[in-house]
Every structure is written in C-alpha cells, then in structure tokens.
C-alpha cells in the first residue's frame, strides 16, 4: 500500500521568501504525484503534478516540485511567496489506473505568509 | 463545464436525522469520490464508483453511512442516523480514466455538516 508524509503541518514564511514544502511517499510501483491547494472555504485545486517524463514540473501560481526517486520526495517550491498562498497544501500518491484513479493524500501544511 | 456540483453547501442538522448529501461530478467523468475532512483526521477517502458502481467502501467509518450512484450524473451520501462526530465537511471528486490528464481529481466545494 502507498502512504505519504508531510513533513510540518504549519509553516510560516515571510512575503517575498522561499517556500518549501516537503513530501516523502512510500509506494511498491512507480508512482503519480500530486500536489492540491485549499483556500479557506474551498475545495482542493490541482497545483501540479509527476506522472512520466521530466522530474521538474512546474504547476500554477509560481509552484514547481521536483519528483526524486532515490528520496522518495516530491517536494514543492515557490521562489517568492505572496500573500495570497496563504492556504494548506496537500500532497497525494496514486498508483495509476490500476488502482482505479485512488489518491492518498498526506496529512496537509498550512501556508501562513507574513507580511 | 461546471465543474463538480455539491449541495446543500451548509447543512445544519440536529442528532438522530437523516442526512443526505448531493453530487454531480463533471460530465463524462467515470469515477466519482466521496472524502471526508475533519481537523482530527484529515481527509479520508470514504467510497468510491467506477462506471457507478462501488469499488471500494472499506473508508465508510460504519453502517450508519451509506452511498449510491443511481446514473453517471448524480450520487448521494446518507447518513442515518447522524451524530455529533459526523460534522465534517464532506467533498466530492470526480476523474476520467480516458486519456490525460487522467488519475486528476477534480474536487467540489464540499458541504459543511454540523450535528447538534
């Protein structure tokens, strides 16, 4: 079965600053890779994703995450945060078609960006 | 499209009543999720159809919770009778195994139970 850690469920990052959030995944067959946003009130929006092909993808918003097979990460980069990041961000595994297009989210972060 | 259509968006409803949830997923979409959100447990995969019909509902917390999808537009979660520790906020996801950008799921608004 596959699992997925965040690692910190808060983060704070001042306007301007590097946001890093991180995922560790364990998963028996090669993975799909996810990462959501949730706003306040709202449900959760596709950031980006790995499913084949090139390590480095970069989603919406300035977001781009690195899939690290070694390290079992896919962590999630921002070079400048903005206010409006403020949100909890998600990070997902699914094994493929397979398994019927199921996620398993990670426990969440929720971005807090200071002025 | 619409995208994924939830309602009621707010429910308020008091211990021992029947609850049902709506949803429409986006059209022609094959698969169809029901997630629960709470602060204690996060986001916890409850069922989830394919073509309809039920493929895995080893999510759904008991007998109290039940879920159909009579067409490939509409599904319901019930929950009879409810209690205190069901308020949550309950999503609906929707995805097409049909191509890219398969295996993405695209999440409604949710509805927001309170139980009394």
């Known amino acids: ?13 001042s306007e301007g600053a590097l946001v890093l959030l991180r995922c560790n995944y364990s998963s028996s067959v090669p993975p ?33 995450a ?12 921002k070079p400048s945060a903005h206010m409006s990041d403020a949100a909890e961000y998600f990070c997902a595994v699914s094994v493929g078609k397979a398994a019927g297009n199921k996620l398993t989210f990670g426990g969440g972060t929720r971005v807090l960006v200071k002025p | 499209d619409a995208g994924v259509i939830q309602s009621p968006r707010h429910e308020v409803t008091e211990m021992g009543q029947e609850v049902t949830l709506r949803c429409k997923p986006i059209s022609g979409h094959d698969y169809l999720f029901w997630y629960r959100q709470t602060m204690m447990r996060g986001l916890e995969l409850l069922i989830y159809f394919n073509n309809n019909v039920p493929i895995d509902d080893s999510g759904m917390p008991e007998d109290r ?4 999808m009579p067409n490939a537009s ?9 209690e205190p520790r069901d308020s949550a906020v309950y999503f ?8 890219p950008p398969y295996n993405e799921q695209f999440f409604g608004p949710g509805t927001r139970l309170t139980v009394l």
């Open chain 2, 74 to 82: 509409f599904s319901t979660l019930k929950i009879q009778p409810s």
């Open chain 1, 66 to 77: 690195e899939f690290k097979k070694s390290e079992t990460s896919f962590h999630l980069t």
């Open chain 1, 32 to 64: 799909y890779l996810f990462w959501y946003v949730q706003y306040p009130n709202q449900g959760l929006q596709l950031l980006l994703k790995y499913t084949t092909g090139a390590t480095l993808v970069k989603g919406i918003n300035g977001f781009e």
């Open chain 2, 65 to 68: 919770f039940s879920a159909k």
């Open chain 1, 1 to 13: 079965a596959q699992s997925v850690t965040q690692l910190g469920s808060h983060v704070s990052v």
């Open chain 2, 92 to 99: 609906c996801a929707s995805s097409s195994s049909a191509g």
